[in-house]
């Protein structure tokens, strides 16, 4: 067993009270950790952070209609299939929505136009960056009231890997629910060769959040209404920006939850945010 691991089993043991009285406790602890500093020439003061943040970070959203929203279902990653997309590195096309790792499930918004966040991939053959840059992306929004195709919006990729917004382009309606897709077009006449993620989004009317809200108070105020996409928005462009390091737990903490089942590249996904709001 790896010392890393032991040392997680007695800190727990340690926090519980089990083995020994509380003034023991610390002082073994500490003891513990000045010796394992010392033989990984590592930060003790690091070490320590890093034991305490599942105690100190929440997660922010709770879904409210839960089983509701699994009625809405579409693909929260999307992979190459076919030769004419190229094989990208992990983590994949994502799109930042609850889910259950593979399928998405409707999120809500109280925005008239939210964001929806996607991850963009890069290929893992380096001398194909410049083809995949030049994909077309698309974006389509469908009513599931009137079936129709409310507006197309196509652009290019440019600077993969990466985060970036997609601003829906029209008035939401409240209380209707819209499904949306995002494509990186890989062949303009075979749509199964693209690389697709899809999902649900339905507008809420809910107060805007109180005065005086600091921006972690505003994510944690959408996020217990069960307001993905503003909660998500607000923590990128609010938080992330003034406290950096605290929105990157944050995002850790959320998307490693069931809710939104993303805990294999959580890490990955959160340094990408904070690349995108803190450059």
Not at 155 to 176: A, D, Q, V
Not at 221 to 227: I, N, P, R
């Amino acid at each position: 067993m790896k010392i890393k691991q032991v040392l997680l089993i007695v800190f727990l043991l340690l926090g519980g009270g089990i083995l020994f009285s509380p003034m023991s406790a610390f002082l073994i602890k500490k003891s513990l950790i000045d010796n394992y500093a010392i033989a990984q020439d590592t930060d003790v003061t690091n070490i320590l952070s890093e034991s305490s943040v599942d105690e100190d970070i929440a997660p922010f959203f709770r879904s409210i209609t839960r089983e509701e929203d699994q009625q809405y279902r579409g693909r929260v990653i999307g992979v190459p299939t076919f030769a004419e997309c190229p094989a990208t590195n992990l983590p994949p096309l994502t799109a930042f929505v609850p889910s259950n790792g593979k399928i998405s499930y409707r999120a809500k918004a109280a925005k008239s136009n939210p964001e929806i966040w996607i991850y963009i991939p890069e290929p893992s053959d380096p001398t194909l960056k410049t083809q995949f840059s030049n994909l077309s992306t698309q974006f389509e929004l469908t009513s599931d009231t009137l079936k129709l195709d409310l507006h197309p919006l196509k652009e290019r990729i440019t600077s993969p890997p990466g985060i970036i917004p997609i601003k829906i382009p029209i008035t939401l309606n409240y209380n209707e629910t819209e499904n949306w897709s995002f494509t990186i077009i890989c062949d303009d006449n075979d749509r199964s060769a693209n690389i697709l993620v899809d999902g649900h989004i339905e507008r809420k009317n809910v107060p805007s959040p109180p005065n005086g809200s600091t921006p972690e108070d505003k994510v944690r105020y959408f996020g217990d209404k069960g307001l993905w996409h503003d909660a998500l928005t607000t923590l990128i462009e609010d938080l992330c920006p003034q406290n950096p390091q605290r929105a990157k737990l944050l995002i850790i903490r959320q998307l490693s939850t069931q809710e939104i089942g993303l805990e294999e590249y959580a890490q990955e996904y959160a340094q990408a945010f904070i690349d995108y709001c803190h450059p």
